[in-house]
């Protein structure tokens, strides 16, 4: 799975595509139950959910909405290769 939030580009942890259920999880729940700011999760799956929703993603991550939301995106692993190349086009 990827996991991305507001500190990240994509993630700087190492080996979160090779991680597993209960891990990505753990990240998960951590990042969820941070009562900081209001939580937005965008959940993407394949290329073009990626390519739709990159504009979103980079409003959201804006200086705006950066101070108002924790933005989460999660990749459900469904084509997790080639999201993370579309994505990274928009880095």
Do not use: W
Request: with cysteine; hydrophobic share 35%; charged share 25%.
């Amino acid at each position: 799975m990827l996991l991305k939030n507001d500190n990240d580009n994509i993630s700087s942890r190492p080996n979160l595509f090779k991680s597993n259920y209960y891990k990505t999880k753990k990240i998960l729940d951590i990042l969820v139950n941070n009562k900081s700011l209001p939580k937005i999760l965008i959940v993407l799956g394949t290329r073009p959910e990626g390519i739709k929703c990159a504009p979103l993603i980079a409003e959201l991550k804006s200086d705006y909405y950066h101070s108002k939301f924790q933005i989460i995106v999660l990749s459900t692993g469904q084509h997790r290769e080639i999201l993370h190349q579309s994505l990274m086009a928009f880095k």
